[in-house]
């Protein structure tokens, strides 16, 4: 896959908006736009500044409220994996955009990831019918396979945010301690399961329509 050309960015400004006030419309008059990335890449910060950006219209839907609850995963023999693809519902998550894309006319509540628990809580978000944009992201959107092809069906354009990676990886050490880990079970889990998906996650950047560079974007405090 070519690799499109990324842009720098270090802000979310009316340039950015803009090109997604401007993708075709689908009959429902709805658009909904994919950001894919490692973890600790920013997608899920990028995503909610671009909402608040937005504005009234805009909401925001996160993959990680699809994560499978550890009684799953340990009923799988996946706990010790937990953020891996297989780790996820991807099926359901589709089927959610699915209905989305079809906009039916009452309030459609979406699941999201409580990083406090470490589990997806039901209900979270409320998807109103007068959304006109929906911004999603995920680890995942670009995968192939079954499931994943499935979620990409039902985007609009799929962004891929990378960011420097020792940048990434201590973000996600910081995420981890702040979260109840111990600074060396920080890194052991960053080496052993945060590096491996992100290898896997940087294969498939090429098959972004667009690439956004983070590196030297800072976010305002409100959304770190």
């Not at 999201?112 to 209900?123: M, N, S, T």
């Not at 911004?135 to 420097?164: F, I, K, M």
């Not at 992100?198 to 974007?217: F, H, N, P, V």
């Amino acid at each position: 896959m070519t690799r499109p050309a990324p842009l720098v960015l270090s802000s979310v400004d009316a340039q950015l908006t803009a090109l997604i006030r401007e993708l075709p419309r689908g009959t429902s008059g709805r658009v909904i736009v994919g950001i894919s990335g490692s973890p600790g890449s920013g997608k899920s910060t990028l995503a909610r500044a671009l909402v608040r950006a937005i504005g009234p219209g805009a909401a925001y839907l996160p993959m990680d409220g699809f994560h499978l609850a550890d009684e799953q995963l340990a009923r799988q023999g996946l706990l010790e994996r937990k953020g891996a693809p297989e780790t996820f519902d991807a099926f359901g998550y589709a089927r959610l955009l699915e209905t989305l894309r079809v906009r039916p006319q009452h309030t459609i509540y979406a699941p999201d990831f409580d990083r406090r628990l470490e589990q997806p809580l039901a209900g979270v978000s409320a998807i109103e019918p007068r959304d006109d944009i929906i911004v999603t992201e995920g680890n995942y959107l670009l995968l192939p396979g079954e499931a994943w092809s499935a979620v990409r069906r039902q985007l609009d354009t799929s962004w891929h945010v990378v960011t420097e990676s020792a940048l990434r990886q201590q973000r996600l050490i910081a995420r981890h301690e702040a979260f109840g880990k111990t600074p060396d079970a920080a890194r052991e889990w960053v080496r052993t399961v945060d590096e491996p998906n992100a290898r896997l996650i940087e294969t498939r950047e090429g098959a972004a329509d667009r690439i956004l560079d983070l590196t030297e974007w800072v976010p305002g405090p409100e959304l770190v």
